[in-house]
C-alpha cells in the first residue's frame, strides 16, 4: 500500500507516454524525424515521450499520424483523457465556486449502492450539518481564494446527502477519533454535528466505526478516501482530488478500508466515542 494517489496519476501518464514512445520506434522514426512529420521543435517530441509534457488530443493525433499508427489514436486518446482526469487540482476544480461541483457529482452518489469512506480529518460530506459544512466550505474558500458561493454550495452539499436518507444506499464509515475534536465550527455547531452523528448511526443503512486515539494500528493513518461501490476512489490530497478507477488500486484501496475496519470501534463503543467528545463541545 505504499503507492501514493499522486504517483498513481504520474504512473498513468507515464503508461501514455510510453506507448506513444513505442510507436515511434516500431515505425523506425527518431525523435527528430517525428518531430519534423509533426512540425514540432524537437524538444516537445521528447517531452511528451519523457511524461515531461501530457499531449493534447491534437499532439496524439498528429503523433501517429506520422508513425502510420492513425488507427491507435482514438483509444490513446481516451486513455490519455482518463490519466488526465484522475488527478484535479482544487483549484481548477472550484474555479467557479463550489456549489457546481456538488451538483455535478450528484449523478454518481445516487447510482453508487455502496459508500466505503475513510475520513481521516474531517466528517464525511454525506454527514455534515449544515453548520459544520458552512464553516468548513468558508475555511476552503478562504485558503484557496475561490470564488464565494458558500451559501449555495452548502444547499448543494446538503442535496447531495439525501443519499443517506433516500433510495437503497448502504454506507460503511470510519472515522479516526480526532476528526470528532477538530473545531471546523463553533462550539454550538460540532455540538450539532456530533448529535447528528448520534442519530445517523442508527440507521439500519449506515455503519460508523471510529478508530480510537489508542488504537493499535496495522494500518497508518492515510489521506481521506471516498470508494464508490467496486468502480472508483476518490482521494483527497491538500492540492487536488485523485481519481482512481484503475481495479489493482480499487482492490489495495478496499483492503485498507477492510484493515482499517478491523482497528475500529463500532455501536455502544462508537456512540461512546462520540459522547465524550459531544461532552468536550463548551
Not at 454527514?127 to 458561493?149: E, H, K, N, V
Not at 436518507?165 to 475534536?181: D, I, K, P, Q
Not at 455547531?189 to 448520534?198: S, T
Not at 471510529?210 to 488504537?215: E, N
Request: hydrophobic share 40%; aromatic share 8%.
Amino acid at each position: 500500500m505504499s503507492t501514493s494517489p499522486l504517483s498513481t496519476a504520474q504512473a498513468a501518464r507515464a503508461a501514455i507516454a510510453s506507448r506513444l514512445d513505442e510507436i515511434r520506434r516500431e515505425a523506425g522514426l527518431t525523435g527528430l524525424d517525428l518531430a519534423n512529420r509533426c512540425g514540432w521543435h524537437k524538444s516537445k517530441a521528447s517531452r511528451i515521450a519523457r511524461a515531461k509534457t501530457g499531449p493534447s488530443d491534437a499532439d496524439i493525433r498528429a503523433w501517429c499520424r506520422a508513425c502510420g499508427a492513425e488507427d491507435q489514436a482514438a483509444d490513446l486518446i481516451a486513455a490519455s483523457r482518463t490519466a488526465e482526469s484522475m488527478y484535479v487540482h482544487w483549484r481548477q476544480i472550484h474555479r467557479d465556486g463550489m456549489r457546481r461541483i456538488h451538483e455535478k457529482t450528484l449523478p454518481l452518489y445516487q447510482r453508487t449502492r455502496h459508500f466505503r469512506v475513510y475520513a481521516s480529518n474531517l466528517v464525511p460530506g454525506m454527514l455534515q450539518t449544515a453548520d459544520y459544512a458552512t464553516g468548513l466550505l468558508r475555511s476552503i474558500t478562504d485558503f484557496q481564494g475561490t470564488p464565494d458561493d458558500v451559501t449555495d454550495a452548502v444547499q448543494a452539499r446538503l442535496n447531495r446527502s439525501r443519499v443517506v436518507h433516500e433510495g437503497n444506499h448502504r454506507f460503511a464509515l470510519l472515522l479516526e477519533e480526532t476528526v470528532l475534536y477538530y473545531q471546523v465550527c463553533d462550539d454550538a455547531g460540532m455540538a450539532g454535528q456530533l448529535r447528528y452523528l448520534l442519530d445517523v448511526m442508527a440507521r439500519p443503512n449506515v455503519s460508523l466505526g471510529i478508530i480510537p486515539f489508542t488504537a493499535r494500528r496495522t494500518v497508518w493513518p492515510l489521506e481521506a478516501f471516498y470508494t464508490f461501490d467496486d468502480a472508483q476512489v476518490a482521494v483527497e490530497t491538500l492540492t487536488a482530488e485523485v481519481n482512481i478507477t484503475a481495479p489493482g488500486e480499487i482492490r489495495t484501496y478496499l483492503r485498507a478500508f477492510t484493515e482499517l475496519s478491523r482497528i475500529a470501534v463500532h455501536g455502544v463503543d462508537a456512540r461512546a466515542c462520540i459522547t465524550r467528545a459531544l461532552g468536550s463541545c463548551g
